[in-house]
């Protein structure tokens, strides 16, 4: 860290990113406004992203710079978001260091050959940045355009990860996944150690590339109990967060579901810890405790209600919120497909004059 | 309540089937050993239930008074498990009504016209004993053949059936549902209300037939915070629980994913609470408070895992479940489809074993 408390070298951010209103809420410091940014900005909810995005597969998409750049753009633009999200999917650094798999319209990723074994481990090796020259590419570009605003970073946590691979796709229940951690527990252990190693090079990439924030996505991890999630999946997820630590960029975790792990999300490294819309803001910094700012929650679903409900909704959140360390104003999950884009624009204004008013 | 403590009239069950363990636990009475049973027992699990379900649509199979009584006898002959529960579907009552809907194949109840608008709700008459008629003549056959085992009755709860009809079908988010709940609450309320009519009256037919308990699956409702649970569903749930207190049979309350609803569900007038597998028993007991039984809750992708992972995640579960004034054993969610029988079936004998010796 250098004399005024930020940290040194080339990830240190603009003056004017470092002390936007997102990366100070992360840093539990003042803030002029409540920031705001949502999950899944960027992608199906918009038509210039539908636009932008046809005929070209989603995994395609994630490759090539110019078109990541301006995906992760049109949201700040539209919305006036206070942090873009690099475009990306959990599956790209799976993709990238040479597991079959595809991400098919409707379902999602789908693996060629599932992960079960010993000798299947053998597949998954280490990343290096030469694997992911788009994602460095497309953050150079983006953080030109940026400006002011982060950039945050973004990958999925171990266990969802090998949820994919060991299903082989997408899964309601987890059944292979959970029989693998509750059966071979020193297999599963070194499947998500490896893949905590790729998880880690990924967000390494993004930050030194330019990404001020990083997000580690546990989407599946809500499947597991607090036994489970402490015994199984918090090592790896844990060795993710401390092999970014060095940087300095607040870390954000999040997963769905989640109301009994956030403590234990939290205690696995994150500095900031996302929140979905079960659980009200106030009780979630008491499963947290102290020295963590808090990211959420209104229910992608209120935003199918009228913008008076809307706005009644957002008032709950912000007053359970209202004494919190630090709050990003976000969803509880993604934005739904079908939400009206406008809708999204109301909200993130509504945000800022509420809190402008009281700040 | 008569002399000895039995509730008095015709529902009284008979003395073998009111002092069996599975009645003690829900009473919160010492038991000789912790009753078992499983959600979804009756099902795609076994091959004999595919068997006889050959060639006819489900629906169907729920109106065949020998079919069903067949189906509910089949988990109770295969794993001697400790009650049997009804077979039907959460939207057998709203068939027998007259709502246009049909179980379709892997996707779940299609419901021709979602209800959306005040003109809909008139569709949703008041259901009388004489809609359901084979339930009566089911539960009449049944309670004959199952002697001293005890039958539980089952229905889906407001919230739930509402998701169904607002939506039109099976939902992920139920963006359909939460714009009606926040957007028009009256309607909201007044469809609620109307749900817990038929509901309550379908769950008396089955009391008066001769079950001597009732579960309310509330299958959705893990996808409110409590604020909401507390406002727009609990009102509905709770109108449903009292219709029947009378009876004196235990009211048995479950949902999926709702550990920050647990003590709200305990409060709309359950006398047991099921419990998934997210929060531990101990917990569960703490939010419920005191005066309940709990139900739970194995993961039940556990038992894809090996016979000693079912054992030792089994004893954790009990462990957990030590303290509690009444436990009655179940999965923390139905039984998966590709379930192993023979895996449930060494589970009832390994539960009953080891609080048999503990008792």
Request: with cysteine; proline share 8%.
């Amino acid at each position: 860290m250098s004399a005024n408390g930020r940290p040194s070298g080339q990830q240190t951010p603009p003056p004017q990113t470092y002390d936007s209103a997102f990366l100070r809420a992360c840093r539990r410091e003042p803030v002029p406004h409540t920031p705001v940014w949502f999950m899944r900005q960027a992608g199906r909810s918009l038509p210039e992203y539908l636009k932008v995005r046809e005929g070209i597969p989603m995994l395609e998409s994630c490759m090539r710079p110019e078109l990541v750049t301006e995906i992760t753009l049109q949201p700040v633009r539209r919305h006036q978001v206070d942090a873009a999200i690099y475009f990306s999917d959990i599956v790209v650094p799976l993709k990238a260091i040479g597991v079959d798999l595809d991400i098919k319209p409707g379902v999602g990723p789908v693996v060629a050959e599932p992960i079960r074994t010993r000798a299947d481990l053998e597949r998954l090796r280490e990343l290096t940045p030469d694997d992911v020259h788009y994602v460095t590419e497309a953050i150079g570009m983006l953080t030109g355009e940026l400006g002011a605003t982060p950039l945050i970073g973004f990958a999925g946590a171990p266990f969802t990860l090998a949820s994919y691979l060991v299903e082989g796709g997408p899964s309601r229940n987890h059944e292979h996944t959970k029989a693998l951690m509750y059966g071979d527990p020193q297999l599963w252990a070194d499947l998500l150690d490896r893949l905590a190693g790729i998880t880690a090079a990924f967000l390494k990439v993004q930050i030194e590339a330019g990404a001020s924030a990083v997000q580690l996505f546990d989407s599946w991890v809500g499947a597991l109990s607090p036994a489970d999630y402490r015994r199984s999946v918090m090592p790896a997820s844990a060795k993710v967060f401390e092999a970014v630590a060095g940087y300095g960029v607040p870390r954000i975790h999040f997963g769905v579901g989640t109301g009994e792990l956030l403590g234990l999300m939290g205690e696995a490294g994150a500095d900031v810890v996302g929140v979905d819309w079960r659980v009200p803001m106030d009780e979630a910094a008491r499963r947290v405790g102290p020295g963590k700012a808090l990211q959420g929650n209104l229910d992608p679903a209120v935003l199918f209600s009228t913008p008076e409900a809307v706005e009644a909704k957002t008032d709950e959140v912000l007053a359970a919120a209202s004494g919190l360390e630090g709050h990003v104003f976000n969803l509880g999950h993604g934005v739904l497909p079908a939400t009206d884009p406008g809708a999204l624009t109301r909200l993130v204004e509504y945000v800022h004059e509420r809190t402008a008013a009281r700040g």
